[in-house]
């Protein structure tokens, strides 16, 4: 069997580990394995290099893709990009492509066996933890961690200074990195897309607590977070990426000017952006990147195709990859009431 395999999409600390499980299972059936290099784009050029359980076996420490990655969409040019893709199955012989990526990535797979009936699986990847029909995604342990860190470096100047630190993560559309490094870090308040920002409450509450002796404060607040629907989210600029997005970042300066402006506390911002796509993946994430790449191999050596591996409970499982994508998921209800316990 021959088969074909993708990152697609931002980085994420874990990918390396779901190429070493597929790859390994592909191989010790006596399979090939090529990697298309960043993303969609090789596909569509014919990009590739040969993998074989030799040359992934110690990749499984390394942050990022060995095989890079970008945002290109081939359904964005689909007249002229699509077959071009379709003519690089054709001319490596793939009886198969596991595409790893978040919504988008995995959007096109979807499209091209919907379409086309090109046999994809797909395997679910985003630090944001938003993509639906999995309970975890890999990558985001390792940045909720990153996020841990940085903000127990930044309590110790923040408590020197006795200022507001405002620490803006990643989180487009839902906040589960902030609202669990939020937890993780005993932030006194958290800020994320899925509930509108009441600044007169956070107000009240860092006032409170100055008043009780605590004389510094950490907020964490998502680049997706807005004020009200109308007034939208913060971007850094008009520019859309291949698949309509804009990029994000601001919404924590923008905080930290409201709190020094109605509290009179000094206040500084952090933007830890891409530290926490950076990096060694964590334990958790290797075991679990490792785990999603076996059973992409098992799946392609069933020719089971038009599906996505998934972790329910404590198993991997495959899901219909039409179930899986176009549906971001918002944090749960009972997270962000566990959270409120902490904002009185």
């Not at 002796?213 to 109308?230: D, L, P, R, T």
């Not at 990147?289 to 392609?300: D, F, M």
């Not at 499982?317 to 904002?343: Q, T, Y």
């Amino acid at each position: 069997m021959r088969v074909g395999i993708l990152t697609g999409g931002g980085d994420c600390p874990g990918l390396n580990p779901v190429i070493r499980g597929a790859v390994r299972v592909i191989c010790n059936a006596g399979g090939e394995v090529y990697g298309l290099l960043e993303g969609w784009r090789g596909a569509i050029e014919g990009n590739y290099i040969e993998l074989n359980s030799e040359n992934t076996d110690d990749i499984i420490f390394k942050g990022g893709t060995i095989l890079g990655s970008s945002r290109t969409n081939p359904y964005k040019n689909e007249a002229e990009d699509v077959p071009k893709v379709r003519e690089t199955f054709e001319r490596l012989g793939l009886d198969c492509l596991i595409a790893i990526g978040g919504d988008d990535t995995l959007g096109v797979a979807n499209k091209l066996w919907n379409d086309y009936k090109l046999p994809v699986i797909g395997c679910p990847k985003t630090i944001d933890n938003d993509l639906s029909s999995t309970d975890v995604t890999f990558g985001f342990d390792t940045s909720i961690n990153i996020v841990m860190e940085a903000v127990d470096r930044l309590r110790t100047t923040a408590e020197s200074h006795r200022r507001i630190m405002v620490v803006e993560t990643m989180g487009r559309h839902a906040g589960w990195i902030a609202l669990f490094s939020g937890l993780a870090t005993a932030a006194d308040y958290t800020l994320v897309p899925e509930v509108p920002i009441e600044m007169d409450r956070m107000v009240e509450v860092l006032k409170k607590r100055r008043a009780n002796g605590k004389m510094y404060g950490i907020i964490i607040v998502s680049e997706g977070a807005q004020f009200n629907e109308e007034e939208g989210v913060v971007t850094q600029d008009g520019e859309v990426d291949d698949f309509g997005h804009v990029k994000l970042g601001g919404i924590g300066e923008t905080v930290a000017k409201m709190i020094e402006d109605r509290t009179g506390f000094e206040t500084r911002h952090v933007t830890l952006g891409h530290l926490q796509r950076g990096g060694s993946p964590s334990a958790a994430d290797r075991v679990l990147g490792t785990r999603c790449g076996v059973h992409a191999g098992w799946l392609a050596l069933k020719h089971h195709f038009g599906y996505m591996v998934a972790l329910r409970g404590t198993s991997i499982v495959p899901v219909a990859l039409a179930d899986a994508v176009g549906e971001m998921r918002a944090l749960e209800k009972n997270f962000l009431e566990e959270a409120e316990v902490f904002l009185q």
